[in-house]
T-cell receptor, first 112, second 115 residues
Framework: EDKVVQSPLSLVVHEGDTVTLNCSYEVTNFRSLLWYKQEKKAPTFLFMLTSSGIEKKSGRLSSILDKKELFSILNITATQTGDSAVYLCAVNYGGSQGNLIFGKGTKLSVKP | NAGVTQTPKFQVLKTGQSMTLQCAQDMNHEYMSWYRQDPGMGLRLIHYSVGAGITDQGEVPNGYNVSRSTTEDFPLRLLSAAPSQTSVYFC??????????????FGPGTRLTVL
């Protein structure tokens, strides 16, 4: 059965901390792995990863994919209260070129 | 561009009622999909479409119908609402991928309660 597992499910940190969110997957016909941020509304796109070992960065956020070990991590450095959100990991897989299977998400709370 | 729009934002139904959730996109995306999001369950794919006239089932299709008569619109129909369909529904769209997948753009969601 195809699945995406995120850990931890929730995390509380203080401003300025660095956090690492984990995503492991088992799917047939892997195409790409995507990270989204969700703040009480629609998920917003962060990164799409297709190749192992190539880090993607956007400001304080970065992500990397390991296709051999079937996981990805999302790093957030110098966290701010505005980083509080649910972070979703999704894998594009299978016969159709658009279908995503999502993990349950990691709820990050950043305290002042 | 308005992106992906959904109506209504909120809806309360009684068990057995039917309704249609509307989704439209103005980005000329070939691929459109519907997800439901339940607490502790993440987002689960209901139905999807790779182009006008082509639809297929996702992970949780029972109780829902879709059609795709135009590239822009992808309505989701609940035939006979049940309390188990209480959820937040998201529509998403993207270009057809070249094989590596594409970023999907999500609408603002519809919060549905079935009593």
């Amino acid at each position: 059965e195809d699945k995406v597992v995120q850990s931890p499910l929730s995390l509380v940190v203080h401003e300025g901390d660095t956090v690492t969110l984990n995503c492991s997957y088992e799917v047939t016909n892997f195409r790409s792995l995507l990270w989204y941020k969700q703040e009480k509304k629609a998920p917003t796109f962060l990164f799409m990863l297709t190749s192992s070992g190539i880090e993607k960065k956007s400001g304080r956020l970065s992500s990397i994919l390991d296709k051999k070990e079937l996981f990805s991590i999302l790093n957030i450095t110098a966290t701010q209260t505005g980083d509080s959100a649910v972070y979703l990991c999704a894998v594009n897989y299978g016969g159709s070129q658009g279908n995503l299977i999502f993990g349950k998400g990691t709820k990050l709370s950043v305290k002042p | 561009n308005a992106g992906v729009t959904q109506t209504p934002k909120f809806q309360v139904l009684k068990t057995g009622q039917s309704m249609t959730l509307q989704c439209a996109q103005d980005m000329n995306h070939e691929y459109m999909s519907w997800y439901r999001q339940d607490p502790g369950m993440g987002l689960r794919l209901i139905h999807y479409s790779v182009g006008a006239g082509i639809t297929d089932q996702g992970e949780v299709p029972n109780g829902y119908n879709v059609s795709r008569s135009t590239t822009e619109d992808f309505p989701l129909r609940l035939l006979s609402a049940a309390p188990s369909q209480t959820s937040v529904y998201f529509c998403a769209s993207s270009y057809r991928s070249s094989g590596r997948g594409n970023e999907q753009f999500f609408g603002p969601g519809t919060r549905l309660t079935v009593l």
